[in-house]
Nanobody, 129 residues
Framework: VQLQASGGGLVQAGGSLRLSCSVS?????????????MGWFRQAPGKEREFVAA???????YYADSAKGRFAVSRDNAKNTLYLQMNSLKPEDTAVYYC???????????????????WGQGTLVTVSS
């Protein structure tokens, strides 16, 4: 399984970015990625990786408090692609953003990075003040 994140860059505070994450390969069960939770995490310099948002195959979404009202996570199951629309960006949103796939189907751990099985390489988002 391979995940490729893209769409990061430099943006001024108040601006917007849209991250994408394409997923390819086969899951151990052979089931398609549409059956699994996909999520976004971020890691700022000197800080631990933190949950941003996740979306189930059904489309149900989950957000960190810092992302609610500003970010929108979505997926296109036909394209095996995950998205993160980020609006009203703040300097504190600066981080490397990672996409990931969770095969566990345990919703209580959807915000925990160690619940996710496959990770993309990350894309850097820099928000200037």
């Amino acid at each position: 399984v391979q995940l490729q994140a893209s769409g990061g860059g430099l943006v001024q505070a108040g601006g917007s970015l849209r991250l994408s994450c394409s997923v390819s390969g086969r899951t151990p069960s052979g089931r398609t990625f549409s059956n699994y939770v996909m999520g976004w995490f971020r890691q700022a310099p000197g800080k631990e990786r933190e949950f941003v948002a996740a979306v189930r195959g059904t489309g149900h979404t989950y957000y960190a408090d810092s992302a609610k009202g500003r970010f929108a996570v979505s997926r296109d199951n036909a394209k095996n692609t995950l998205y993160l629309q980020m609006n009203s960006l703040k300097p504190e949103d600066t981080a490397v953003y990672y996409c990931a796939v969770d095969l566990s189907a345990i919703l209580s751990t959807i915000r925990l990075s160690n619940s996710y099985d496959y990770w993309g390489q990350g894309t850097l988002v820099t928000v200037s003040s």
